[in-house]
């Protein structure tokens, strides 16, 4: 079938935009895994790996924390192929190229604990692991609350990281400390709370664990 929609596409013949939309899914996917490919034998379970979400709060966050990277997951291998522990709706295990076709323009940055040939150890990954188990299947956090009922991208590898091996990675923020000032950031927060905003909740952005002085760069896509 989807060779039949290729066709039709390329020569202008009008289709289903369902059909349409499910097709660049899939071209997008492609050119994201054979972009990945090469970059295989670089990566490392337990790498954290970053990108400039296309979802509905994407700009809110990056306006809000100054910074480009509005989402964030975690690397582990399963079965021979590359995955992102990621929360979204709901927490779960999404294959990177399906990730990373997800970004703007499939850019990506991947870090890495700066000590990670010694503390990233066989049996420091399955701690890792064991921590994110609970949180699996979970429902995606919305309001941002510092709870385990549900589960933010930055929030969950903060918790992994802090419950498995002990390492706090960026800096714990309260919400009023974001810039809350540009109207698309106060749009979404209006929407979320209402006028109640819950301005001392702690909260850990993408951000935050991006610039953490314990992480190193390994790639840059």
Known sequence: ???????????????????????YRWQ??????????????????????????????????QLAT???????????????????????QPV???PLNRWVARGQGQHFVVKRLHDAATALTPTALV??????????G???????????????????????YDRGLHRQLGQLQHLRDFDLSHPAVRAKL???YGNQLPLSEPVISPASIFNSTKLITVVCR
């Open 127 to 136: 701690h890792l692991k064991a921590a994110g188990q609970p949180m699996l």
């Open 190 to 192: 209006r929407e979320r």
């Open 1 to 23: 079938m989807l060779f039949s929609l290729a066709v039709a596409v390329a020569a202008g013949v009008p289709t289903y935009p369902r059909l349409s939309a499910k097709f």
């Open 92 to 94: 779960k295990l999404t």
């Open 28 to 61: 997008a996917q492609r050119q994201a895994a054979a972009a990945i490919a090469p970059l295989s034998p670089t990566l490392r379970e337990g790498d954290l790996i970053f990108h400039t979400s296309l979802s509905g709060q994407s700009q809110a966050i």
């Open 138 to 160: 979970h429902d995606y956090d919305l309001a941002f609350n510092w709870s385990d009922k549900q589960i933010y991208c930055s929030e969950l590898i903060w918790k992994v």
């Open 66 to 88: 100054r910074s480009p990277y509005s989402h964030c997951g975690l690397l582990y291998k399963t079965n021979g192929e590359w995955q992102v522990f990621e929360a979204v």
